[in-house]
T-cell receptor
């Protein structure tokens, strides 16, 4: 079966702009988690969605938001971009429990200029 | 607070054995994961420990001591393709995964 897909794979934005990233989970997976990966901080949990509801949230400012659709596809949005938002954004899907059996997508590389 | 420590970089020779350590202090503990991440690729699952002891899976083994807040990943018969980052992550009481910053392993011929 197809893996987790993320679009776009690469994105360049300027400070102050907003961006929307998309994640399509593995078919049948209902939980989608988002992570930010930077060289200095490693992988940091942003939030998790299950059945269109945010089930868990990390320690990121309100500029970072997300949603999940009825087909389990998820989007995350970052408003008022800052230089420090440059990172690899990874989404991961799993059947029910977020951390168990989690499969990661290839990520979206966001560069903020 | 949540804290997971692992060495930043390690080097080893093809055919050798390497042990990557991970120590953690988290609010609650519901298991520890190891992931492998090749440069430019997604992390892939290697192992999951929830009870103390050693879990062996082919050339890779993972050990956990909950009382010491300690785990290690053991890689035997190293191959060039094992050059990657190895991420230690703890599942906390809210089911969040807390990751360490990763250990970059370089295998030399």
């Amino acid at each position: 079966k197809a893996g987790v897909t993320q679009t776009p794979r690469y994105l360049i934005k300027t400070r102050g702009q907003q961006v929307t990233l998309s994640c399509s989970p593995i078919s049948g997976h209902r939980s989608v988690s988002w992570y930010q990966q930077t060289p200095g901080q490693g992988l940091q949990f942003l939030f998790e969605y299950f059945s269109e509801t945010q089930r868990n949230k990390g320690n990121f400012p309100g500029r970072f938001s997300g949603r999940q659709f009825s087909n389990s596809r998820s989007e995350m949005n970052v408003s008022t971009l800052e230089l420090g938002d440059s990172a690899l954004y990874l989404c991961a899907s799993s059947l029910v429990q977020a951390s168990l059996g989690q499969v990661f997508g290839p990520g979206t590389r966001l560069t903020v200029l | 607070g949540q804290n997971i420590d692992q060495p930043t970089e390690m080097t080893a020779t093809e055919g050798a054995i390497v042990q990557i350590n991970c120590t953690y202090q988290t609010s609650g503990f519901n298991g520890l994961f190891w992931y492998q991440q090749h440069a430019g690729e997604a992390p892939t699952f290697l192992s999951y420990n929830v009870l103390d002891g050693l879990e062996e899976k082919g050339r890779f083994s993972s050990f956990l001591s909950r009382s010491k807040g300690y785990s290690y990943l053991l890689l035997k018969e190293l191959q060039m393709k094992d050059s990657a980052s190895y991420l230690c992550a703890v599942r906390d009481e809210t089911d969040k995964l807390i990751f360490g910053t990763g250990t970059r392993l370089q295998v030399f011929p």
